[in-house]
Nanobody
Framework: QVQLVESGGGLVQAGGSLRLSCATS???????MGWFRQAPGKEREFVAA????????VYADSVKGRFTISRDNAKNTVYLQMNSLKPEDTAVYYC?????????????????WGQGTQVTVSS
């Protein structure tokens, strides 16, 4: 069994920064990891993903240049550094594990999910 626990969400003003963490436990294997988000009334959308080694990353166009995904495999933790936050970044952010080496954008490619952490950006 794999457990994912997100933390680091909160309330921040537009232009500010937050760093989300996703602690993993269980049989994570050599897995790609991703971050997704869901705003009220909207579908869950892809934010960023990273392969096992950290050498390959993928970003949604809406966050490219502002967000950075990284991982520390020794700590079994994946991070999402979010800078220059905008009100439209407000959402519940989820981390997810993909049972494969290759990071992908599609939510259905991920098999384990965390419970989410709320990020609210005020204008």
């Amino acid at each position: 069994q794999v457990q994912l626990v997100e933390s680091g969400g909160g309330l921040v003003q537009a232009g500010g920064s937050l760093r989300l963490s996703c602690a993993t436990s269980g049989r994570t294997g050599n897995a790609a990891m991703g971050w997704f988000r869901q705003a009220p009334g909207k579908e869950r959308e892809f934010v960023a993903a990273i392969n096992w080694s950290g050498g390959s990353t993928v970003y949604a166009d809406s966050v490219k240049g502002r967000f950075t995904i990284s991982r520390d495999n020794a700590k079994n933790t994946v991070y999402l550094q979010m800078n220059s936050l905008k009100p439209e970044d407000t959402a519940v952010y989820y981390c997810a594990r993909r049972g494969s080496l290759v990071p992908r954008r599609e939510a259905e490619q991920y098999d384990y999910w965390g419970q989410g952490t709320q990020v609210t950006v005020s204008s």
